[in-house]
């Protein structure tokens, strides 16, 4: 299942996320990532209300697919993650060339100012992969284990 969730992962290019705000209340968006396995990375600004709901709560959720040209071919992933800044200069020069890669109107584009920009690491623990050529309605889940304690 593994390899089915990262073969989606790396067929989009866009995910919904969703951060929990400190009223409790749930806030989605849409941001670009890029993944390296199961691991997700994407940029966000820190004046962001998505930065400042991750500092106070780094649990999001996370939703990858497209539309089908029929609903029998429908794949997706959706994950309960762990969202952490990347604050190694190597790892985050790494991944923002990944993006540029992924992400073609990012060509060119020099690298962002971090002190204005996070690069972020989203660790999947709670995956759902649904793959509706296997069946209407078919679904695995794995869980997998978090490498770091989550903070909140």
């Not at 866009?14 to 670009?32: C, H, K, N």
């Not at 923002?96 to 060509?107: A, D, G, M, V």
């Not at 509706?132 to 695995?140: E, K, M, P």
Request: glycine share 6%; aromatic share 6%; proline share 5%.
């Amino acid at each position: 299942m593994e390899e089915k969730a990262i073969a989606i992962l790396e067929q989009n290019r866009l995910m919904a996320i969703s951060t929990v705000r400190p009223d409790g209340w749930p806030q989605t968006t849409i941001v670009g990532y890029v993944n390296d396995g199961l691991d997700i990375f994407f940029l966000i600004f820190r004046g962001s209300q998505k930065f400042a709901n991750i500092a106070h709560d780094q649990r999001v959720a996370l939703a990858i697919g497209k539309e089908p040209p029929d609903i029998r071919l429908a794949q997706a992933v959706f994950a309960g993650a762990l969202a952490s800044e990347v604050t190694e200069s190597d790892a985050r020069e790494s991944h923002w060339r990944l993006l540029t890669r992924r992400h073609t109107n990012l060509i060119g584009a020099a690298q962002p100012d971090w002190s204005q920009a996070a690069l972020m690491r989203a660790e999947c623990l709670h995956l759902s992969v649904v793959d509706y050529s296997q069946g209407l309605g078919h679904r695995d889940a794995l869980h997998l284990p978090a490498k770091e304690e989550p903070q909140r």
